[in-house]
């Protein structure tokens, strides 16, 4: 396509991004234009439209298509224990430091948010950690999991806690027979984790609210935003790491992707646990 074509290209999404925002509060200016017109292009080939336009004026003439259009977007891989060192390390190493300061401090709530979940493979994945660690305890914990998406579709999904075999492929065998059940098609998570985790749709890149506002209150020992970042620009990566880090208890953990790292001004601000693994802690107040 000529240059031409690439400035309607450009137009068009940006009437596309106006459109969102307009009709779902939703601002996408802070997301990597790459990965929109990858997205924006592969809702127009399964529609079989070519031109921006056609697509354009589909959006402002069916409602339902702001939505279809937004789980394209946000569309991520998800499934249980990704990166299985990462969530070795959180049960070996973190939720037993998260649950001695806790002692210490004679508190006994433990909260967690998982950021960007999707359709809930990590949250449970978390939610079953804690409930191993905290089989053997005699004091009486108050876990709570606050997992949060923008994508509606996926938040259901989560709700209903049932997946396909594909998704536990990384689950030890023993997780599997505890707190799963068989059904038909793959496995339900259950009740028992399920009661563990409380699902809301929250953008993570509003400026309107530092925490979710479903969160109750309170800050978090633990938050994970793990392959969320690298769909935005580094502006934005900057905006809602500080959200993160500002909703993080003192000595609480931020879990980030592999692929994912800390812009300066916040890597100033955070411990380094594991670099490689992207595990970092708030300082403890002195």
Known sequence: MGSTGDQVNRSVLEAVMEELQRTRGLDLSGYRRSTLDRRLTARMTKLRLKEPLQYLQLLQSDPAEYDRLIETIEIKVSSFFRDPIVFELIAQRVLPQIMERHRRDHTRQIRVWSAGCASGEEA???????????????????????????????????????????????????????????????????????????????????????????????????????????????????????????????????????????????????????????????????
């Open 124 to 286: 449970y994945s978390i939610a079953i950690l804690l409930a191993q660690e905290l089989a053997a305890e005699n004091f009486q914990w108050a876990p709570y999991i606050c997992a949060t998406d923008i994508s509606a579709a996926a938040l259901e999904t989560a709700e209903l806690g049932s997946y396909r075999r594909g998704s536990l492929e990384t689950a030890k065998l023993e997780v599997l027979d505890r707190f799963f059940r068989p059904q038909a098609d793959g496995f339900s998570v259950t009740p028992e984790i399920r009661r563990l985790v409380h699902f809301s749709r929250d953008d993570l890149t509003s400026r309107d609210s530092l925490t979710p506002a479903d969160s109750i209150y309170g800050s978090f020992d633990l938050v994970l935003c793990r392959n969320v970042l690298i769909y935005f620009s580094l502006d934005l990566q900057q905006r809602v790491l500080d959200k993160l880090c500002g909703a993080l208890n003192p000595g609480g953990y931020l879990v980030l992707g592999t692929s994912e790292s800390l812009p300066r001004q916040i890597a100033s601000r955070l411990l380094t646990v594991d670099r490689f693994n992207r595990i970092f802690q708030k300082p403890c107040e002195a």
